[in-house]
């Protein structure tokens, strides 16, 4: 018993922040698309909201993105920025749209991060919170697996 409540403390330790950790704010970096809370909040849904500025989660298998195999291109919700193809995308069973790659320059990946909870990815143009990287993807590709929420995406289909 000593020795499972040892692992799981270690565990945390090496898991978890502590209080001095402080997460570098977003607000450090300029985004070509920036808006008060306020002109956000009235421009998004209140998930949309939760998701992209408040670096929130959705539920996984919510999003109707997660099975879509349509042809098209992944933008933001926040501010139409093209952020993956329909041809990196790939089905993860995590239950959330899943890509083994972005369009270059449209997403930045925040500091730090943990194998555990991946390292958080923002819309390179308004800072838009989109999900994580890990890297338990296609090996066949790039090995890594962006696990983004899907309320943070617009799907634009190709056009024939």
């Not at 193809?85 to 790659?101: A, C, I, L, Y």
């Not at 972005?102 to 143009?125: D, K, N, Q, R, W």
């Not at 790039?142 to 943070?152: D, F, L, P, Q, S």
């Amino acid at each position: 018993m000593k020795s499972i409540l040892l692992l799981c403390l270690s565990f945390s330790l090496f898991t978890c922040q502590g209080f001095s950790q402080k997460k570098e704010s977003k607000t450090a970096t300029t985004y070509k698309v920036s808006k008060t809370e306020a002109e956000w909040k009235a421009e998004l849904t209140d998930l949309q909201y939760k998701v992209l500025r408040q670096e929130g989660t959705e539920r996984a298998f919510s999003s109707p993105l997660d099975k879509n195999y349509e042809a098209g291109t992944y933008v933001c919700a926040a501010c139409d920025t093209p952020l993956f193809k329909s041809e990196n995308k790939f089905d993860s069973g995590t239950g959330w749209p899943s890509f083994d790659r972005f369009i270059e320059g449209s997403v930045l990946a925040s500091p730090g991060g943990s194998a555990m909870y991946g390292i958080e990815e923002h819309c390179a143009t308004c800072g838009g919170h989109l999900g994580h990287v890990f890297i338990d993807g296609p090996r066949k590709t790039t090995g890594k697996r962006h696990c983004i929420n899907g309320v943070a995406l617009k799907f634009i289909p190709e056009s024939n």
